[in-house]
């Protein structure tokens, strides 16, 4: 589907249409050491150094933390040496090598969906992070546009998980405190498609429940639970019903605010849980097993129908910067499509009406 722009025109030649392709071949340039460079931000600023890192690298644990603070021999301000129980500074700049591992090849082409002279958007692919993790250093969307444009990167103005498709809004350089501040005052309106197990009953719903970490999980810093009203961060989706089937329900999420797995727990919460989702409905074993490869995705698929969790980010509209609203659209992805067509007898609903 092509985007749709509200009184604006798209920029000449503000960035390539189709950069150039590219794919990490692993080839004898490839160091066998690399540098690991981390800024302190208020997430972790004042924070022990063992703390402050699970917080600059989504899905690193504290043990993991601790172990690289041990033995990698991490700098920060004025080349002093990070121990675990070191207090990070905000701004400093946290410097270690570590062996380079063995990871996916870059995407050889990632969509571009929009841009003008302020920003691009594109349709981010299931199983590439947005940013470095503590699994995957050059393996991330940021990661092929610091290779596809690295005079002028765009940086990323929002997250999606990493299984998640769909619009990924960035910013070209300059204009990052208007398109962050677009976010931290919701001033953006985002919707998602997704495929929930279960029939549900209401065409219209609207889920008001509060989210905060999970303090009884294995899985800490990823899964998250809903909480009793005032103990959390306050959350509501709206959700409209697109297409049944006999087993499952394809419903247009509409999230009023932007918390972390907020559609997938909500509507796990409301009963009807993503198909494919390993984290929301599963054991933390199970999704520790699969995120580590021991459990075969036939057997995946088996358990949650899918091989990741049926959501899409759909659409994106947002203010740009001379006062005009631009609204993004991102086709479904192909397995989402094919699971619909499968298992809805009407195949794939038309998503504009």
């Given at each position: 589907?092509?985007?749709?722009?509200?009184?604006?025109?798209?920029?000449?030649?503000?960035?390539?249409?189709?950069?150039?392709?590219?794919?990490?071949?692993?080839?004898?340039?490839?160091?066998?050491?690399?540098?690991?460079?981390?800024?302190?931000?208020?997430?972790?600023?004042?924070?022990?150094?063992?703390?402050?890192?699970?917080?600059?690298?989504?899905?690193?644990?504290?043990?993991?933390?601790?172990?690289?603070?041990?033995?990698?021999?991490?700098?920060?301000?004025?080349?002093?040496?990070?121990?675990?129980?070191?207090?990070?500074?905000?701004?400093?700049?946290?410097?270690?090598?570590?062996?380079?591992?063995?990871?996916?090849?870059?995407?050889?082409?990632?969509?571009?969906?929009?841009?003008?002279?302020?920003?691009?958007?594109?349709?981010?692919?299931?199983?590439?992070?947005?940013?470095?993790?503590?699994?995957?250093?050059?393996?991330?969307?940021?990661?092929?546009?610091?290779?596809?444009?690295?005079?002028?990167?765009?940086?990323?103005?929002?997250?999606?998980?990493?299984?998640?498709?769909?619009?990924?809004?960035?910013?070209?350089?300059?204009?990052?405190?208007?398109?962050?501040?677009?976010?931290?005052?919701?001033?953006?309106?985002?919707?998602?498609?997704?495929?929930?197990?279960?029939?549900?009953?209401?065409?219209?719903?609207?889920?008001?429940?509060?989210?905060?970490?999970?303090?009884?999980?294995?899985?800490?810093?990823?899964?998250?639970?809903?909480?009793?009203?005032?103990?959390?961060?306050?959350?509501?989706?709206?959700?409209?019903?697109?297409?049944?089937?006999?087993?499952?329900?394809?419903?247009?999420?509409?999230?009023?605010?932007?918390?972390?797995?907020?559609?997938?727990?909500?509507?796990?919460?409301?009963?009807?849980?993503?198909?494919?989702?390993?984290?929301?409905?599963?054991?933390?074993?199970?999704?520790?097993?699969?995120a580590a490869g021991l459990i075969s995705e036939e057997d995946i698929v088996k358990e949650v129908f899918m091989r990741r969790q049926a959501l899409h980010a759909y659409s994106l509209s947002f203010p740009r910067p001379n006062g005009t609203t631009a609204t993004?659209?991102?086709?479904?992805?192909?397995?989402?499509?094919?699971?619909?067509?499968?298992?809805?007898?009407?195949?794939?609903?038309?998503?504009?009406?």
């Amino acid at each position: 589907m092509v985007s749709s722009l509200s009184n604006q025109a798209v920029a000449p030649n503000a960035l390539p249409e189709n950069p150039i392709d590219y794919q990490e071949d692993g080839d004898a340039d490839t160091p066998e050491l690399i540098d690991v460079r981390l800024t302190v931000d208020s997430r972790a600023a004042g924070l022990r150094a063992d703390i402050g890192l699970t917080r600059l690298m989504r899905r690193m644990r504290r043990h993991t933390a601790r172990a690289v603070l041990e033995q990698l021999g991490v700098t920060g301000y004025l080349g002093r040496t990070v121990r675990p129980g070191s207090r990070l500074i905000l701004g400093e700049e946290l410097h270690w090598q570590r062996r380079l591992k063995e990871e996916p090849p870059l995407p050889e082409h990632i969509p571009i969906i929009w841009q003008d002279e302020w920003s691009i958007a594109v349709n981010k692919p299931v199983g590439i992070p947005v940013h470095a993790t503590a699994r995957y250093f050059r393996f991330s969307v940021m990661a092929y546009m610091h290779k596809h444009f690295p005079e002028n990167t765009p940086q990323v103005a929002h997250r999606l998980d990493m299984d998640t498709t769909g619009v990924l809004l960035l910013y070209l350089p300059g204009n990052g405190h208007y398109f962050k501040n677009l976010f931290a005052e919701r001033l953006t309106k985002k919707s998602y498609i997704a495929i929930v197990q279960g029939v549900v009953s209401e065409d219209n719903f609207t889920i008001d429940a509060d989210i905060a970490q999970d303090p009884d999980t294995r899985l800490k810093g990823i899964r998250m639970k809903i909480v009793p009203k005032g103990q959390g961060m306050s959350s509501l989706t709206e959700v409209k019903v697109l297409a049944r089937s006999d087993k499952y329900t394809l419903v247009h999420c509409f999230p009023r605010t932007g918390r972390q797995h907020q559609i997938r727990l909500h509507m796990f919460h409301a009963g009807y849980p993503l198909v494919g989702d390993r984290l929301y409905g599963q054991s933390d074993d199970f999704f520790k097993a699969a995120a580590a490869g021991l459990i075969s995705e036939e057997d995946i698929v088996k358990e949650v129908f899918m091989r990741r969790q049926a959501l899409h980010a759909y659409s994106l509209s947002f203010p740009r910067p001379n006062g005009t609203t631009a609204t993004i659209y991102a086709p479904l992805p192909d397995d989402m499509s094919e699971f619909l067509a499968e298992n809805f007898s009407g195949g794939v609903p038309d998503l504009t009406k």
